[in-house]
């Protein structure tokens, strides 16, 4: 009996549950102001941005002091920049959760969407809701993202075959540096090791037959007889 009515709550609760998320936007209360008053403003916005020419706003965006009203106008003038003609305003998407409630107004040009986004935030100092953020964007068709996604995935595995490439390549370079270092290392150890060839002294010529002439005067004085009969064959020195 108890695991039934366990069961019924549940699907009590979960019935509620699917109630709530399927309530009517229109309805819904967001944190003091309405469905209406939401779009007032963000149709209001829209409407002006397509009153004005492209010329007339970049000099209006001149002058503008707020930040986020200049984001607008450059978030407009940039992405409607090349789209054509202005064909009126589509559906009005709001979100609420946790204190912040986004409205996506989508406009229609030929062919293509653009959805202008106003992000409110509740301020609890001044107890109502404030614009806190507003985008321009295009409004892609599922092809066009899967295409998108498509080159974002090509691009990103590129960029990681590439860089393994290169690691790759610097890894392969070093086997050449090692080469390089024990070509160097073989030289020098080829010159400390080769052998010193023999120095001989060279005796001037001229300190030979100085000493030649002494020694020849010594002995033909000791012996009393003249320098001319003698011969020198070598001389050795120690």
């Keep these: 009996m108890k695991k039934k009515i366990s069961l019924l709550l549940c699907l009590i609760f ?24 939401l779009q007032e403003v963000a149709e209001i916005n829209v409407t002006q941005l397509t009153a004005y020419s492209p010329e007339e706003l970049q000099i209006a965006a001149a002058s503008i002091t707020d930040e986020l009203t200049l984001k607008l106008v450059q978030g407009w003038m940039t992405t409607t920049e090349s789209l054509g003609t202005y064909e009126g305003l589509d559906e009005l ?14 406009v229609n040009y030929p062919g293509r969407q653009v959805v202008v986004s106003f992000v409110w935030n509740y301020d609890y100092e001044l107890e ?28 990103g595995m590129g960029t ?7 690691i790759s390549i610097i890894i392969y370079c070093f086997r050449f540096i090692g080469d390089i270092q024990n070509i160097g290392k073989k030289k020098k150890t080829e010159e400390t090791a080769a052998p010193q060839a023999p120095q001989v002294e060279e005796t001037p010529l001229t300190d030979d037959l100085e000493l030649i002439a002494v020694i020849s005067a010594a002995i033909a004085a000791s012996e009393g007889t003249s320098t001319d009969s003698f011969v020198v064959r070598s001389i050795h020195r120690r």
């Design 160 to 166: 990681v075959f590439a860089v393994l490439i290169l």
């Design 128 to 155: 109502q809701l404030v614009v806190t953020d507003v985008t321009v964007d295009l409004v892609y068709t599922l092809g066009e993202k899967m295409e998108k996604a498509a080159l974002n995935t090509l691009m």
């Design 93 to 106: 998407v709001v979100a609420k959760a946790n204190g912040t409630v986004t409205v996506d107004q989508y």
């Design 14 to 37: 979960t019935v509620l549950t699917m109630s709530a998320c399927g309530g009517d936007p229109k309805t819904e209360d967001y944190y003091g102001l309405t469905y209406s008053d």
